[in-house]
């Protein structure tokens, strides 16, 4: 979803880590009036266009597609410890072209026409930690600093990669990545297998995210088993749970007015999966843009629309300076859902380069309060 | 009513300009020199700050153990390794005869990314960027206004659309590593650099250059400006003698017009108030005056402190001035206080003037003896001081203390000055005893005694600069002299070839079967981890650390020269043992870690820790660092070291042009790559001459400022003197020997001075040499003494002091005589 392009854009709308020189700590930067979250309604001109009529082609669509503007991989998982304890992780690689394909420099030794950049976070309980890389390539040089390839699947950033074995693409991952040292030192190592089908999102995987037609072309593998070893403050520790991977990728997602957006992605307890989204702004009347899709363990769609739902904050919390909505109803009414989602702990800000929030929630029924299901939450835009 | 007593007292000045003169001269030089000094430092401490916020000055830097340069292969490598490197691509270019230097980043993998301007995007995309700071733009031949966008042409290629960045260091242009690649190719270096301590080892194939190996440059200079403060003090304190020589004659013949005030009903508050505002007033003239002409001198200066700094310890100043609002505040604050300190004494006995005391012009005496029965005490307890200093130095390790050095050398001269007007006094004493029947003489001493108290600040002053200068003259010409030996020791070989480490190595071996090579002397550098030394009796010094290696041929032809200061046994059984487990250390080593020959250091080698015996002591003038002499073996076998250069001696009879066109050919380098040793030496001279072009400026300016004050003493007292030489006249001396009388007074005065200024000027020598020195370059050098300095110091001080005669004589000989008996009356 809309998620995350935010920040990969912002590396060319404003300069984000811009500067004046912390590329580690995060700058908070406002985006510029009229583009959208983090320039993600920039105009795109130049850039190759998202719409229905380009199908999905596989395996060629798992690598990178340089000719649009943004891209990403993205992982969350929501495990468990060997004592169970809840534990959230996410690991995402975003690309933006830094220029249009006409418009790229010869690939001499530096040059580059596109940037990387990974995000990697674990949280549980009161602690949440966040890493983030940056690196540069050129897409007429492929063994870069940071890449994608197709086959056998490879997405990595510096020592940081999510692969597959050549005899299993896609269907088998091994993820790895490490930030800091010694009693900082958190990451993980994990094996991910995928139980069930890709999932598209809309007409031919084309996932439009405003009444214009802007959109992206959306995928996911929600059902994703995990396990491996997730180290804490030094400690490694054994994990095991479920995860669920995005692709998607577009030039221009959002419309100018559209701000920011909250975006849920949840595994019900009954083997369903529900991924839903609200865009703020970019509706009918300038309203909110909410989309859903209800998928059952097999893959198959049972709702999915632009107004068969409800997303409701029921209250918010503060965090770093903000007040983040932490606790929802979500309504399905035809699926006969009515859930109220909350967050495991406010502290999942992601002081990156473009802060978010990202997190695990718990889903309840809401008339029982009955846990059925678990999730990842992401919200942007909130200043 | 303030301002009308105000206005009486400046008429005084319209009645003595020429002590109004000697005011605003005292102050204007005082001000002047401080404030000149005190703007190159202001600039200097810019100029570190932006070279410190430089990310390439604060980092670990990786290279290859092979000595291959390095490549984007390597980077990909280590990236893919997960080791956090920036690449960083350095070139440079020469432009209208300033020398640029390019640097390429990636603001995405730099630990302190340096990369700033509007947006990432336009640095990172073409047609990129050029980031400089705007005092580089006269270089290219660029205004400000028109800077930003502008495309210079470069030899021939088009630079980026410049961008203005204040906080980069002079001369320096940083670019997207793609923009400086795409424009330098070849000639640009890559290095790999990481956060400083961010790898604990470095990998397999690589090993690492720590940043802490190189001190930061402020820490470096601090030192260096120091030296030009104290300088600078000084010239406040000479300046001020002669504005306190001013403000107290304008007092004492003021007296009586106060007195009248007074008694006209004028409250003592009021009129101490209305001095204290007229010391404002020329307070703020003198110190405006002062701000001015000191920043005019701090640009004449700066170019040659600049090319100090930059020769000494490897770091840019900049060329113009750049000056915080604090120094403009500081200047004129330095100033006022030391008026009002000066004029504290005019101050304190106009609040206590006794309007009944009638004017007594021989009423000093009784009071001038009391007060130089008060100096001697002063003096005493100055001397007391300089003991405690001297003795706290001595128990402070070798090699620190700069600023007890300097508090040493302030109350050594604080001592000689509060006691050289008693001991002028003693002496005239005794000269009038032994000139009882020289009638002449006798008045001629008697008459030095009555002017004694004005002139003795003026002789104050001359002491004090004589010395000072004698002192930094010796161990400047000292310093000249051991260097220029030490290199001539130092370079034995006729030519040195410098190229790339990894084609050093076949070019040693080409060089050794070429009939025309007599011997190669090649030399290896590298650096490892001092683990321990044995001289745990200190605490404060540290015994780890990184230090450099330095690595020689122990040929005959480099040994029979190579300076040794201290060694354990004879030299030549040093140098024999230099091939095994001994090695021999840098004097600025050897003082900072209290080493001795014969001691035993341990260093971290590729076989794990090692223990090596100190064999020798070298020094090793103009190096920062702390460095190991070994063989070029032992360095390349043991350490992570790579060949540097490579010396050559010649065949008699070999072609030396042939030889270099061979060379050049065979291997492909430039000219540049071969120095012969006429050359370094020429080099290296003209670095030492800026070096200290400095110091020699500011020392003459000092002596000037006191020449200045005894001439404006005398100048300002030449009227009264002429009524007391009327009166000689009117009893039949001959006017040819009345003009005679004042030169030799004064002469006599300022040889006495002079020669009381040698052992101090010979004192305050050896404390430079043998003790700030030390502590501030981290060598000693010899006591040097030069007859013809001291010949001219003497000279300076008697030609002073005679042209300061000289003025008021030739006003005496152009005096009718009518006139001169005329001023007798009044």
């Known amino acids: 979803m809309n998620r995350h392009w935010l920040r990969i854009l912002a590396l060319s709308a404003m300069g984000f880590m811009s500067l004046s020189g912390c590329s580690e700590g995060g700058t908070e930067s406002s985006p510029p009036a009229q583009e959208g979250f983090a320039g993600l309604g920039a105009q795109a001109e130049g850039f190759a266009h998202a719409d229905a009529s380009t199908p999905l082609i596989f395996p060629d669509d798992h690598g990178p597609h340089p000719d649009y503007r943004i891209e990403w991989w993205y992982l969350t998982a929501n495990l468990e410890d060997e004592t169970g304890e809840p534990l959230g992780l996410q690991w995402t690689l975003f690309r933006q072209a830094l220029m249009p394909p006409q418009e790229r420099p010869a690939p001499t030794p530096w040059a580059s026409d596109q940037v990387w950049m990974a995000h990697m976070g674990i949280s549980q309980q009161d602690t949440h930690l966040a890493a983030e890389r940056f690196a540069r390539s050129h897409s007429a040089q492929p063994e870069g600093q940071a890449g994608v390839i197709a086959v056998p699947f490879q997405a990595w950033i510096d020592d940081w990669t999510l692969q597959s074995p050549s005899d299993d693409n896609f269907e088998r991952f091994t993820l790895t990545a490490y930030s800091g040292e010694g009693d900082e030192r958190f990451g993980y190592e994990l094996t991910l297998q995928a139980e069930g089908p890709l999932v598209w999102h809309g007409e031919n995987g084309f996932n439009a995210k405003t009444v214009e037609g802007q959109g992206s072309h959306y995928y996911s593998q929600p059902f994703l088993t995990i396990a491996g070893s997730v180290t804490l403050h030094g400690e490694p520790r054994e994990v095991q749970g479920k995860g669920w991977l995005d692709r998607e990728w577009s030039s221009q997602l959002l419309t100018p007015e559209q701000t920011g957006w909250d975006w849920f992605s949840l595994h019900l307890h009954d083997g369903r999966k529900l991924m839903a989204y609200r865009l703020r702004g970019g509706g009918e009347n300038g309203g909110d843009y909410l989309f859903a899709h209800l998928f059952d363990a097999e893959g198959n769609t049972q709702q999915i629309g632009t107004d068969i739902l409800t997303l409701t904050p029921l209250s918010s919390a503060r965090v770093a300076e903000r007040d983040i909505p932490t606790r929802w109803q979500l309504t399905l009414p035809n699926a006969e859902i009515d859930v109220t989602i909350e967050a495991r702990h406010p502290n999942r800000w992601m002081p990156t380069s473009v802060p978010y929030w990202e997190g695990d929630v718990i889903v309840r029924n809401t008339p029982t309060q009955e846990e059925t299901g678990v999730g990842y939450l992401e919200m942007t835009g909130y200043e | 009513m303030i301002g009308r007593v105000l206005i009486t007292l400046l008429s005084h000045y319209k009645r003595h300009p020429a002590q109004l003169l000697m005011l605003l001269v005292g102050l204007w030089v005082a001000s002047a020199l401080w404030s000149s000094v005190q703007a190159i430092n202001a600039t200097a401490k810019e100029s570190y700050a932006r070279a410190n916020a430089l990310f390439s000055a604060e980092t670990d830097q990786l290279d290859r153990r092979d000595g291959n340069p390095l490549t984007i292969d390597d980077y990909l490598t280590l990236r893919r390794a997960g080791l956090p490197v920036s690449p960083l691509l350095e070139a440079s270019f020469t432009?209208?005869?300033?020398?640029?230097?390019?640097?390429?980043?990636?603001?995405?993998?730099?630990?302190?990314?340096?990369?700033?301007?509007?947006?990432?995007?336009?640095?990172?995309?073409?047609?990129?960027?050029?980031?400089?700071?705007?005092?580089?733009?006269?270089?290219f031949?660029?205004?400000?206004?028109?800077?930003?966008?502008?495309?210079?042409?470069?030899?021939?290629?088009?630079?980026?659309?410049?961008?203005?960045?204040?906080?980069?260091?002079?001369?320096?242009?940083?670019?997207?590593?793609?923009?400086?690649?795409?424009?330098?190719?070849?000639?640009?270096?890559?290095?790999?650099?990481?956060?400083?301590?961010?790898?604990?080892?470095?990998?397999?194939?690589?090993?690492?250059?720590?940043?802490?190996?190189?001190?930061?440059p402020e820490q470096l200079t601090d030192s260096f400006h120091l030296n030009l403060t104290a300088l600078a003090l000084l010239s406040l304190v000479v300046g001020l003698f002669i504005v306190q020589a001013a403000l107290g004659l304008a007092m004492e013949q003021r007296l009586a017009t106060l007195r009248t005030l007074r008694a006209l009903g004028v409250p003592a508050t009021t009129l101490t108030l209305a001095i204290l505002m007229e010391l404002l007033v020329f307070g703020v003239l003198g110190a405006s005056l002062g701000l001015i002409s000191g920043l005019w001198l701090a640009g004449k200066l700066l170019p040659d402190v600049a090319s100090t700094i930059s020769s000494l310890y490897r770091t840019d100043v900049q060329q113009s001035l750049s000056l915080p609002w604090h120094y403009w505040l500081g200047s004129v604050a330095i100033t006022l206080g030391g008026l009002l300190l000066a004029g504290s004494g005019t101050l304190w006995r106009a609040a206590r003037l006794n309007v009944l005391a009638l004017g007594q012009s021989f009423a000093w005496r009784s009071g001038y003896q009391r007060q130089l029965t008060r100096m001697l005490k002063a003096g005493g307890l100055a001397a007391l001081l300089t003991l405690g200093l001297a003795l706290w130095l001595s128990r402070l390790p070798a090699g620190s203390g700069l600023v007890v050095s300097f508090s040493l050398v302030a109350a050594l001269l604080l001592t000689c000055a509060l006691c050289l007007p008693p001991l002028l006094y003693g002496v005239l004493h005794t000269l009038q005893k032994v000139f009882r029947r020289f009638a002449l003489m006798q008045w001629a001493v008697a008459d030095m005694q009555l002017q004694l108290p004005r002139l003795s600040l003026a002789m104050v002053a001359l002491l004090i600069a004589l010395a000072t200068n004698l002192g930094v003259s010796s161990m400047v010409g000292g310093f000249r002299l051991t260097f220029l030996e030490w290199l001539d020791q130092r370079l034995s070989a006729p030519l040195y070839i410098n190229a790339v480490p990894s084609?050093?190595?076949?070019?040693?071996?080409?060089?050794?079967?070429?009939?025309?090579?007599?011997?190669?002397?090649?030399?290896?550098?590298?650096?490892?981890?001092?683990?321990?030394?044995?001289?745990?009796?200190?605490?404060?010094?540290?015994?780890?650390?990184?230090?450099?290696?330095?690595?020689?041929?122990?040929?005959?032809?480099?040994?029979?020269?190579?300076?040794?200061?201290?060694?354990?046994?004879?030299?030549?059984?040093?140098?024999?043992?230099?091939?095994?487990?001994?090695?021999?250390?840098?004097?600025?080593?050897?003082?900072?870690?209290?080493?001795?020959?014969?001691?035993?250091?341990?260093?971290?080698?590729?076989?794990?820790?090692?223990?090596?015996?100190?064999?020798?002591?070298?020094?090793?003038?103009?190096?920062?660092?702390?460095?190991?002499?070994?063989?070029?073996?032992?360095?390349?076998?043991?350490?992570?070291g790579e060949l540097a250069s490579i010396g050559v001696a010649l065949n008699e009879n070999a072609d030396e042009r042939q030889f270099r066109q061979t060379l050049m050919n065979e291997f492909n380098l430039s000219s540049e790559a071969l120095v012969n040793q006429q050359e370094v030496k020429q080099i290296a001279t003209q670095i030492f001459e800026r070096t200290f072009s400095i110091t020699r400026a500011l020392n003459g300016l000092t002596l000037g400022v006191a020449a200045l004050a005894l001439l404006a003493t005398l100048l300002a007292q030449a009227h009264q003197r002429q009524r007391q030489l009327a009166a000689l006249w009117a009893l039949g001396v001959p006017r040819a020997t009345l003009v005679k009388l004042p030169l030799i007074q004064l002469g006599g005065l300022a040889l006495l001075t002079a020669l009381i200024a040698l052992p101090l000027g010979i004192a305050i020598t050896?404390?430079?040499?043998?003790?700030?020195?030390?502590?501030?370059?981290?060598?000693?050098?010899?006591?040097q003494l030069f007859p013809l300095d001291i010949v001219t110091m003497l000279l300076t001080a008697i030609g002073v002091a005679l042209l300061a005669a000289a003025l008021p004589c030739v006003q005496l000989w152009r005096t009718s005589p009518r006139a001169l008996l005329n001023e007798g009356d009044t």
């Open chain 2, 766 to 783: 050896w404390l430079l040499v043998a003790v700030i020195n030390v502590a501030a370059f981290g060598w000693r050098l010899p006591l």
């Open chain 2, 503 to 640: 084609t050093l190595a076949p070019l040693n071996e080409w060089l050794l079967t070429q009939e025309s090579v007599l011997e190669t002397l090649p030399t290896a550098r590298g650096s490892t981890d001092l683990l321990a030394t044995p001289s745990s009796t200190n605490t404060e010094l540290t015994s780890q650390g990184t230090v450099t290696l330095f690595g020689v041929s122990a040929s005959p032809l480099l040994t029979a020269n190579w300076p040794l200061l201290d060694t354990h046994g004879d030299a030549a059984s040093a140098w024999q043992a230099l091939g095994g487990d001994s090695v021999f250390i840098n004097e600025q080593m050897a003082i900072a870690r209290a080493l001795i020959p014969g001691d035993i250091v341990t260093l971290d080698t590729r076989q794990g820790a090692d223990n090596f015996k100190v064999a020798a002591i070298y020094p090793d003038y103009g190096n920062p660092q702390q460095q190991i002499l070994l063989t070029v073996e032992a360095l390349t076998q043991r350490f992570d």
């Open chain 2, 95 to 139: 432009h209208n005869g300033t020398r640029f230097t390019v640097l390429g980043i990636d603001p995405f993998t730099l630990p302190s990314s340096g990369a700033g301007g509007e947006t990432l995007n336009d640095f990172i995309t073409p047609p990129w960027q050029t980031q400089l700071a705007p005092d580089t733009l006269p270089a």
């Open chain 2, 141 to 216: 031949g660029l205004s400000r206004e028109e800077a930003t966008g502008a495309t210079p042409t470069v030899g021939g290629q088009t630079l980026p659309p410049l961008t203005l960045r204040n906080d980069l260091p002079p001369d320096t242009l940083i670019m997207d590593i793609a923009a400086a690649s795409n424009l330098f190719g070849e000639q640009a270096t890559l290095s790999l650099v990481t956060a400083p301590a961010a790898l604990d080892q470095p990998p397999d194939g690589y090993r690492i250059t720590r940043a802490a190996n190189l001190a930061s």
